[in-house]
């Protein structure tokens, strides 16, 4: 089984520019996650997909970033503009089932973003 | 506030001793409680997962304890080998369409 799937795997960026990440997750599974990962932090959920729809955002700077999910399948998060704390390692997850009994998340290996 | 604290400084441990991570919570009440392994550069990897439930969990060497009364979480690796050395991180599940909210990872160093 093919596992999740990121690209950029690093960026390196200016402050004030724009960049996208793009996420294909395990195929059939229904909820996607992007975690946001400070160095020396555990992950921040930015946002969380069920099928097409957003189950939670509430953590997602909303004037700088945005997410989709296209036909329920893959996920570009964007950041427009970027901001110097905006570094970070972010994560997509996905998982087979909503939000049921064993939610375990299976994550891809991140972009690592530097905005300098 | 929540919280979700973890030894933020890194336990170092001999090969072959049992090494026992912490995670304490504040203000949350968990459905699940989660263990993941992150190595450097990687995404974290699930270990084992408790309902609220269970008193322990068991998966080869790793074990897996859950006390709501004392909201902790134990986690245990007997027979600990230098390959056991990574980030690990605790995460707590609410249920429902809650998220998932993750600790900030303790370091474990199996020294051979």
């Known amino acids: 089984e093919a596992g999740v799937a990121q690209s950029p795997r690093y960026k390196i960026i200016e402050k004030r520019q724009s960049v996208a990440f793009w996420c294909n997750p395990i195929s059939g599974h229904a909820t996607l996650y992007w975690y946001q990962q400070i160095l020396g932090q555990g992950p921040k959920l930015l946002i969380q997909?069920?099928?097409?729809?957003?189950?939670?955002d509430s953590q997602l700077p909303k004037d700088r970033f945005s997410a989709e999910r296209l036909k329920g399948v893959d996920s570009t998060l964007k950041i427009q503009p970027a901001k110097l704390e905006d570094s970070a390692v972010y994560l997509c997850a996905s998982s087979p089932l909503g939000r049921t009994a064993n939610t375990e998340a299976f994550f891809g290996q991140g972009t690592r973003l530097t905005v300098v | 506030s929540q919280k979700i604290e973890q030894n933020s400084e890194a336990l170092n441990i001999q090969e072959g001793k049992t090494a026992t991570l912490t995670c304490n919570y504040t203000?949350?009440?968990?459905?699940?409680l989660q263990w993941y392994r992150q190595d450097p550069g990687r995404g974290p990897v699930f270990l084992l997962l408790i309902r609220e439930n269970e008193k322990e969990k068991r998966k080869e060497r790793l074990k897996v304890t859950f006390d709501t009364t004392l909201k902790q979480s134990l986690f245990h690796i007997t027979a600990s080998q230098p390959a056991d050395s990574a980030t690990y991180l605790c995460a707590i599940d609410s249920g429902g369409y809650q998220k998932v909210t993750f600790g900030t990872g303790t370091k474990l160093q199996v020294i051979p």
């Open positions: 203000n949350y009440s968990p459905a699940y």
């Open positions: 997909f069920q099928n097409n729809g957003v189950v939670d």
